[in-house]
Structure formats: structure tokens, C-alpha cells
């Protein structure tokens, strides 16, 4: 399966014009024969604790473009969007990933992060999310979780690959590209990191650092600061043959 990550930047708060901004950048990707364009975290607003401007519900405006930029180009599209909550919850921190045949699956971010007070405007989610897409499994995950290995290790020997859409700021950009080096090495996976660029509303800055990670931790492709497309393979088969030669997960 080619993937095809968008490092991308967000108009603070703004969904109509990120959004717009994102189509070109979803129809090239879509030009590479990519099969899935993932995106980032809160990608349409940034990642604003102003919950009453961006939640939404999940059949909301930034859902259906997601369902929209699918059907039209044919690919599968992830990014996390906030949800509104159900019974008068707060909201969910949402990875949404989206086929061109309507399908959805949803994972609800299980750490928020409380550094920032997300866990004051956002409800964690409480379950692991494993999805099979056109033959590759796939662990559901947002930002601050890849700090906690236990939620990678419960699912890793059932995933291919891992995805990872973050805004994740740059004074600690070592923790990022290291933390998403050892769960590709830890669960013998390929790890898919997407992370925004430009300076937040929050005043924040975003240094991207974007990184497709094969199952021994090696950069098949990465970049820095700028917006950019990262494009690579994501082969199951070099999963099985990683494990099988080097049996390290059954040692746990």
C-alpha cells in the first residue's frame, strides 16, 4: 500500500480555510497512486482547546469533506477532527480514516494530553483501535500517545503499521522522531508519523518532522518545517519476514 502523508500547515480555528488549502494537496497525492493521504491532528483547526468554536458532530462539515475528498479521488483519508460528545460529554479528540466506498473507523485519543489542558476540554477514549485496510492492519493512534509504549505493545503483534497524526511542537521535536523510531523498532512495525508545520494560534511552533518508518526502524522518508508530501510503501509481507528472523516480540 502506498501512503502518502501531507506535513502540512493550519489556518488557526479557521476549517473553510485549511480545508481549501488541503485539496490540492489531497488531488496530488491522490496523483501518486497513493492509496491513503493522512493528515494531521485537528488538522482543520489546530489544535485549539476552544471546543465550542471546533467540535463538531460526526457527520460534521469536516467528516463529510473527509467523505467527499475520498469518493472523489478514490483513496482512504485519516486525520483527527473534534467530536462533539454524546450525552453532554465533553468531546472527543477523534482519528477519523475514511474510504472512497463510504467506510469508517474512528479511534478517540485514549491520552490527553493534560500538559496542555486537553484533558480539562476533551473525554479520553478507552478502547484500542485495530482496522485492516486493502490487506494492511493498521493501529490507530494520536500525538501524545506514542509517549506510552504499554498502548503500543497491546496491539503491536496484531498491526502492520501504526499511524501517528500529531501537533506536536518543536521544542520537543527529539522526543517525537525518537519516540516514533522505538515503536517501529519495539513492535517490529511500520510506523506512519504525520505532524503539522507553522506557527499555531497558541503561539506554538510546529516543526513537522514528519517520518515513514519501516519494522527495523529504519527512515524510508522524512522532513522538516516546511510543507511537504512524503510518499512510501507499506508492505505487510516485510513485517512477517522481520518478525520471523529476528522473533524478539514473543520475549515480552
Same mark, same amino acid.
Given at each position: @500500500?502506498? #501512503? ?5 500547515? #493550519?489556518?488557526?480555528?479557521? =476549517? ?19 492509496? @491513503?493521504?493522512?493528515?494531521?491532528? @485537528?488538522?482543520?483547526? &489546530? ?11 460526526? $457527520? ?27 450525552? &453532554? ?9 475514511? %474510504? ?9 485519543? #485514549? ?6 489542558? !486537553?484533558? !480539562? /476540554?476533551?473525554?479520553?477514549?478507552? !478502547? ?8 494492511? =492492519? ?8 506514542? /509517549? ?34 522505538? /515503536? ?8 506512519? &508519523?504525520?505532524?503539522?508545520? &507553522?506557527?499555531? %494560534? ?10 515513514? #518508518? $519501516?519494522?527495523?526502524? =529504519? ?9 511537504? @508530501? ?12 522481520? /518478525? ?9
Amino acid at each position: @500500500m502506498r #501512503i502518502a502523508a501531507l506535513q502540512h500547515d #493550519i489556518a488557526w480555528e479557521d =476549517r473553510d480555510t485549511t480545508l481549501k488549502q488541503l485539496e490540492p494537496q489531497v488531488r496530488a497525492a491522490a496523483a501518486t497512486d497513493a492509496r @491513503m493521504v493522512v493528515v494531521t491532528e @485537528m488538522f482543520a483547526t &489546530g489544535f485549539s482547546m476552544q471546543t465550542h468554536l471546533t467540535a463538531e458532530p460526526a $457527520d460534521g462539515p469536516t467528516a463529510t469533506w473527509m467523505h467527499e475528498q475520498a469518493a472523489e479521488h478514490g483513496v482512504w483519508i485519516a486525520g483527527s477532527v473534534p467530536l462533539d460528545g454524546t450525552d &453532554g460529554a465533553l468531546p472527543t479528540n477523534s482519528l477519523l480514516l475514511v %474510504g472512497p466506498d463510504g467506510t469508517t473507523h474512528r479511534y478517540d485519543k #485514549i491520552h490527553p494530553f493534560s500538559y496542555a489542558g !486537553e484533558h !480539562e /476540554r476533551f473525554t479520553p477514549g478507552s !478502547e484500542d483501535v485495530v482496522v485492516e485496510v486493502e490487506g494492511v =492492519r493498521w493501529g490507530l493512534t494520536v500525538c501524545y500517545d506514542l /509517549r506510552f509504549a504499554d498502548q503500543y505493545w497491546r496491539i503491536g503483534p496484531q498491526v502492520d503499521a501504526f499511524l501517528v497524526v500529531a501537533n506536536w511542537p518543536g521544542p520537543r521535536r527529539e522526543h517525537w522522531r525518537s519516540l516514533l523510531q522505538a /515503536r517501529a523498532i519495539e513492535n517490529q512495525a511500520y510506523v506512519v &508519523g504525520v505532524n503539522r508545520v &507553522g506557527l499555531g %494560534g497558541n503561539e506554538l511552533d510546529y516543526t513537522g518532522d514528519s517520518r515513514i #518508518i $519501516d519494522p527495523l526502524g =529504519r527512515e524510508l522518508a522524512g522532513a522538516a518545517e516546511e510543507p511537504t @508530501m512524503l510518499l512510501a510503501e507499506i508492505e505487510p509481507d516485510r513485517v512477517t519476514e522481520v /518478525r520471523e528472523r529476528f522473533p524478539f516480540i514473543q520475549d515480552r
